[in-house]
């Protein structure tokens, strides 16, 4: 078992030692993977390294004023023709989190892994992963201290993000000492705190707003009131002309009614497939019961897919929730 310094020496060996990278994160991207994705960006240009930056799904609007964050390709729209022998996965629980992006890995690829989520299984040929850091973007200010590069305000204010993102504004139980110390030394490095609060975590758009009520009009509960949950369907999504960007915070609003243990949000995906997320109150953990659906995530924030009707899947999850009293 590599110690954590060993880990981030192993990585650095990796980037010195490769060159014409493929960066990706997981589907649906949220702060912490964007940010992880172009810090490590940044740092490969630092190094003179090519690379390119690929992601199954948008990057969020209010995100495109990271460091080259509009030059990640959205497999999506833009597949590219070619596969890579070098692979740097960002912020992936899990190999099935890079999602379509597989296809571009050469068979024999090699792959550096960093990540936070304690469920993840070290898939990587070089594995840099810290269960208790609050946000990928943690664990890359310290690999890039590593190097002979001259931080700047573009890479602070991508680090800043994804520990912003991750911690909720640093409202969440990861909030450690070591993220605010590290917070602390990005700012001096010019990172504009207000703005970047404003921009991610206070404004919203009217599609956000308008799917917001439509969830909470969904809202039910458990007869004891420990479980709340809300339901997006795709329907809904269109008729409030909102993105999947849109949602994020959505799951927090069931999880934060007094007496509510757990905070589900299922979004039907079609009439086969839903998409779980799952946040508790602190006595449930939530990694562990959406591994049991092939799922992961962090102990208080998780997630799966389910293929099945939405009925039966919301039935066969409130029961696994309730079997963990």
Known sequence: ??????ALQAGKQFLLEHDDYLVVSH?????????STVTVGWLLSCLGKT???INEGEIPGRMQFLWEAGNIVNMTEQPPQRKYKAVIC????????????RHYFEDDAVILNIDHHPTNDGYGTVNIIKSDAAATAEILFDFLNLFQVTWDKDVA???YTGLLTDTG????ANTSPNVMTTA???????????YLAQTLLEQVTLPQVRILNQALSSLQMTDDGKIAWVVITPDDMVACGAANEDLEGVVNYPRNIQGVEVGIFFKVINENAVKVSLRSAGKIDVAALAQTFGGGGHVLAAGCRLEGRLDDIVAKVLKQVNSQW
């Open 27 to 35: 589907v649906q991207p949220d702060g912490d993977a964007v940010s």
């Open 157 to 159: 204010t991508a680090v």
């Open 51 to 53: 690379f390119t930056m």
């Open 1 to 6: 078992m590599h110690t954590y310094e060993q």
């Open 90 to 101: 960002v912020d992936c629980a899990d190999f099935a989190r890079v999602g379509l992006t």
């Open 169 to 172: 504004g640093f409202r969440y």
């Open 184 to 194: 602390s030394r990005l700012l001096e490095h010019g990172v504009d705190g207000p």
